[in-house]
């Protein structure tokens, strides 16, 4: 095994850093799908919460004027 040459040395290194860029790009778009998968899960269950929350507020509302009545 012989030691290489500085040229040999920063074509590797190239060639490492080539590959890594690639990986950490790959992982970049799995990150923005999950991203945006998250976002649309939170604001579909903001919305549900919304609709929950408007409808409690409405029995409770009929339930205070019903107890007023009586």
Same mark, same amino acid.
């Given at each position: 095994?012989?030691?290489?040459? %500085?040229? @040999?040395?920063? &074509? ?11 990986? *950490?790009? #790959? ?7 999950? %991203?945006? @998968?998250?976002? &649309? ?11 929950? *929350?408007? #409808? ?15």
């Amino acid at each position: 095994m012989h030691q290489k040459s %500085g040229k @040999e040395l920063r &074509e590797d290194l190239a060639k490492e850093a080539d590959r890594y860029k690639e990986q *950490l790009s #790959e992982y970049g778009e799995i990150a923005r799908a999950k %991203g945006v @998968e998250f976002a &649309e899960v939170a604001k579909t269950s903001t919305q549900d919460i919304r609709v929950n *929350l408007q #409808e409690q507020a409405g029995n409770l509302k009929e339930q205070v004027s019903k107890q007023a009545l009586t």
